[in-house]
């Protein structure tokens, strides 16, 4: 049986950020969708009751649920977003509609982050900032990423595209992905649960993993005290994966020599919170993600997971309601 054509598409976003999103969002979806009706809604109110669509595309706004009840139909759900973890608390059909995520979006610049967080510290930026503002000259030894072992958790679209920039330094690639496979630029893949051996080769603990029951708190004070004495984390995954108590006893025993951090149980992370004053700590405000390219690419990937539907095949970036992302 055909596919369903596509013939009646709603874009839902902030108001304030859809008239900046609106000429772009059409063009593409044109090009993509030359005979479909094009919607935007920049609130609920805007949202027209009782209309039938067949996608829906979306950030994980928190109006949502309210927008989608307005409707009387909708087959497909496209979110503009990566992670998908803030969905399953609202309250919305997630078992009768197809659902897919902008899954590779992050891949360029959260990688980029990640090698940029491991050079601050091994060429130590940080330290030399400092002195700058001194004035003070003075020099120390610094050291490679050549030869170092990388640890990733996750080896989803960011961590592969990680494993490939890091193999230009010269480094040994590790990571971790629930059925472990053989992946180019990556010279062992193994599961989370099997990765303790390596944790006690690894000199940056890179966190790409998604936030679901299964990886809530996983980074913790056993997964932190198999770590070789010296490593550097670096937290690019969501608030809730890495303890930011284990974090802290880690950095305190000596186990961590550094950490760069992007994300936090609580957001925005707390003024009285000890992380901030520490001089072994890099903290950034989530924006490891963030990139002008940022939309143009989440719509390439609804463009593709189109294509794929059209030809009656899987979509190439569904979100999983079983693993929960």
Known sequence: ?????????????????????????TRALEAALPDAEIFFAGSVEAVPRH????????????WLPAALAKLDGYRWLHFLSAGVEKIWEMDFDKTGTLMTKSSGVHGAPMSEYAIGAMLYFTKQFGRFHDQAKQALWQRSWLGELSGCQLTVLGLGHIGQSLARRAKAFDMQVVGTQRTPRAIEGVDRVVALEEIGV??????????????????????????LAQLKPGAVLVDISRGGVVSGEALLRALDNGTLKGAALDVFEQQPLPAESPLWRRSDVLITPHVSGTTPFYLERALEVFVDNLR???????FTTAVSIDAGY
Do not use: W
């Open 1 to 25: 049986m055909s596919p369903q054509p596509i013939q009646r598409v709603l874009y839902l976003q902030k108001a304030e950020v859809l008239d900046q999103q609106q000429a772009l969002v």
């Open 308 to 314: 794929a539907y059209q030809h009656g095949q899987p």
């Open 198 to 223: 390596e944790l006690a080769r690894t000199d940056f603990l890179v966190v790409c993993l998604p936030l679901t029951d299964a990886t809530r708190g996983v980074v913790n004070d056993h997964l």
């Open 51 to 62: 209309a039938e669509f067949d996608v829906v595309i979306t950030p994980t706004l928190p």
